[in-house]
């Protein structure tokens, strides 16, 4: 069982809708973060979280908003999403964001956009 | 340019042989994950090596980074089905302020029965 959770587990969108994706950890980390992952791919990271403060954006579309409520709890703000967009979105956290942390990942939301 | 390069990208092997997959870079990583990831989950690290030339086993998986701290292998003696999935190699550059880690291109790894 991992110990990042993530919710949903499979979401289905069209692409007017708004929805969120959540993400939590209670282990104490302090940096968390979002990818991005298709098939058979790598995960492409697109924010990181450090002490509850944006810290990278990786240059993602603004139709993706990540919140950082408090140390434990991250989400991902989707509206006006596109096709392409449909991946499998992961959310990783680890001890803090500095070197040799390694990151413990959620199994992720199956994201489809109709 | 794909800083870790890692090989080979497909491998489907017999239960019972060994393996071994490579992740190589022009660039020094202060450390270097391992991860495996099955569908329907997320990446499940495996290791985390820090130090050049560096050797650790987990059970018949055996990781060695490489002395410049530019490359890493995994090795697996006498595969099984169970070891199928998508091995990512992921490292974090020692040089500059980035502290994202840098994945590899993956390694989908196929044991047949």
Known sequence: ?114 | TQLLEQSPQFLSIQEGENLTVYCNSSSVFSSLQWYRQEPGEGPVLLVTVVTGGEVKKLKRLTFQFGDARKDSSLHITAAQPGDTGLYLCAGQISSGSARQLTFGSGTQLTVLP
């Not at chain 1, 993530?6 to 007017?16: A, E, F, I, S």
Request: neutral net charge; aromatic residues 8%; hydrophobic residues 30%.
């Open chain 1, 1 to 114: 069982d991992t110990e990042v959770t993530q919710t949903p587990k499979h979401l289905v969108m069209g692409m007017t809708n708004k929805k969120s994706l959540k993400c939590e950890q209670h282990m104490g980390h302090r940096a968390m973060y979002w990818y991005k992952q298709k098939a058979k791919k790598p995960p492409e990271l697109m924010f990181v979280y450090s002490y509850e403060k944006l810290s990278i954006n990786e240059s993602v579309p603004s139709r993706f908003s990540p919140e950082c409520p408090n140390s434990s709890l991250l989400n991902l703000h989707l509206h006006a999403l596109q096709p392409e967009d449909s991946a499998l979105y992961l959310c990783a956290s680890s001890q803090e964001f500095r070197d040799n942390q390694p990151q413990h990942f959620g199994d992720g939301t199956r994201l489809s956009i109709l």
